[in-house]
């Protein structure tokens, strides 16, 4: 089955020591997304990738980068996790939208990192 | 940031009632979207309802939009227990970017 997949499930991470989280897809879509989702709050957008263009939210921290290598992985790249960074990771995609049209998007299990 | 507001922020109901949500937002969008996340899970989609429609079913799903009040409900019929789960309408304003309301937490008792 077509799905997004990201690994590790579960992660933890001392404080400050950098952490990369990773996500693939078979869904063959050109967007590509990363939120947080801090416990009991809604996702929150960090970035995305259209295709190999790169979008930063205004409000995403420094310490948070991405890559996306080739359309199947992207991955999330912590730099120096503070314990405020404790949360689930989500990757997302869609279709990419044109004009008017906008796309359901694909969530993957989710990534919980914890900061010790 | 937060587009808008979702009420209530709990509802539970016993098996076989149904559950009406609602969302706000703030500003003119392209489109609003429903997600459902059980507990330490993914969001899984479930309704897209553009902007120039005011009505959408899927299943025992019923979503509705009124955008000269900026607002949605989605209403789940005849509800199960496997329908517990946290419930958050997103909103699209242009391209693809979805802005997540705060999120309705169902409990359905059977």
């Known amino acids: 089955d077509a799905m997004v997949i990201q690994n590790p499930r579960y992660q933890v991470t001392q404080f400050g020591k950098p952490v990369t989280l990773s996500c693939s897809q078979t869904?063959?879509?050109?967007?590509m997304y990363w939120y947080q989702q801090k416990s009991s709050q809604a996702p929150k957008l960090l970035f995305h990738y259209y295709d190999k263009d790169f979008n930063n939210e205004a409000d995403t921290p420094d310490n948070f980068q991405s890559r996306r290598p080739n359309t199947s992985f992207c991955f999330l790249d912590i730099r120096s996790p503070g314990l405020g960074d404790a949360a689930m990771y989500l990757c997302?995609?869609?279709?990419?939208?044109?004009?008017?049209?906008?796309?359901?998007?694909?969530f993957g299990p989710g990534t919980r990192l914890t900061v010790t | 940031s937060q587009q808008g507001e979702e009420d209530p922020q709990a509802l539970s109901i016993q098996e076989g009632e149904n559950a009406t949500m609602n969302c706000s937002y703030k500003?003119?969008?392209?489109?609003l979207q429903w997600y459902r996340q059980n507990s330490g899970r993914g969001l899984v989609h479930l309704i897209l309802?553009?902007?120039?429609?005011r009505e959408k079913h899927s299943g025992r799903l019923r979503v509705t939009l009124d955008t000269s009040k900026k607002s949605s409900s989605l209403l789940i019929t005849a509800s199960r227990a496997a329908d517990t789960a946290s419930y958050f309408c997103a909103t699209v304003r242009y391209g693809n970017k979805l802005v997540f309301g705060a999120g309705t937490i169902l409990r359905v008792k059977s």
């Open positions: 309802i553009r902007s120039n429609e």
């Open positions: 869904l063959n879509h050109n967007v």
């Open positions: 997302a995609t869609s279709r990419g939208a044109s004009g008017s049209s906008s796309y359901e998007q694909y």
């Open positions: 500003t003119s969008i392209n489109n």
